[in-house]
């Protein structure tokens, strides 16, 4: 982080996170991230709806080979996650979605 960081410094990230509004303006709205610690960087991300991570993964022409698969909460949250540049800046997507786990059958239920 620099601490001389001016607004003109973040120039790139809030260019492409303007872009990214007129663009993709229909798509579902994401929680977005801006940095000083990283200036260029615009992060996207999508809580308790992987939907919504593929709808903007698959608009931005993302290839689904990229995306990382991951889980925390002990297991019970599913994270999705892929960058890409967009517009001269990093461009960060992460997804949380709830694991779904199957019910199991009462012992002695037939």
Do not use: C, K
């Not at 003109?8 to 007129?22: I, N, S």
């Not at 709808?55 to 889980?71: F, H, M, N, Q, S």
């Amino acid at each position: 982080m620099s601490e001389n960081l001016t607004l003109d410094g973040m120039a790139v990230a809030l260019r492409a996170l303007r872009l990214l509004a007129v663009d993709f303006g229909h798509l579902p709205a994401p929680h977005v991230d801006l940095s000083t610690i990283f200036p260029d960087h615009v992060q996207l991300h999508f809580h308790s709806d992987l939907s919504a991570f593929e709808a903007w993964r698959d608009a931005l022409g993302i290839d689904p080979d990229t995306v990382g698969y991951g889980e925390q909460s002990a297991g019970q949250t599913r994270v999705l996650t892929t960058s890409a540049d967009f517009a001269g800046a990093v461009l960060e997507l992460t997804g949380y979605g709830d694991v779904h786990v199957p019910a199991v059958a009462e012992a002695g239920a037939a």
